[in-house]
């Protein structure tokens, strides 16, 4: 069974940053994708950013040129740098794995979720 193991997060001022980081537990080779997912109260979970085992992305809109996801597949992590941090981007965020190649959903494995708050 593979186990997805966050860190990070925490409170932040906005347009501060936060770092974000998942390392998984089992070898690698069986995930192509991992990513981060997030969720806001009262908000349906949305993906984040995708990174491929062969490092293409993928980033929702309003993250892009803020967010940047990278991956580490000899130490099976992968990190999300969260720049420029705006209240809207608080929210529960999770680590995410897939043993398929889309980098739009990923739904195999799951992290326990961090909290990221960011105050205004």
């Known amino acids: 069974q593979v186990q997805l193991v966050e860190s990070g997060g925490g409170f932040v001022q906005a347009g501060g940053s936060l770092r974000l980081a998942c390392a998984a537990s089992k070898n690698i080779f069986r995930i192509n994708t991992m990513g981060w997912y997030r969720q806001a109260p009262g908000k349906q979970r949305e993906l984040v950013a995708a990174i491929s085992s062969g490092g293409r992305t993928n980033y929702v809109d309003s993250v892009k040129g803020r967010f940047t996801i990278s991956r580490d597949n000899a130490k099976n992590t992968v990190a999300l740098q969260m720049n420029s941090l705006k209240p809207e981007d608080t929210a529960v965020y999770y680590c995410?794995?897939?043993?398929?190649?889309?980098?739009?959903?990923?739904?195999?494995?799951w992290g326990q979720g961090t909290q990221v708050t960011v105050s205004s």
């Open positions: 995410a794995a897939d043993r398929g190649f889309s980098l739009f959903v990923l739904n195999d494995y």
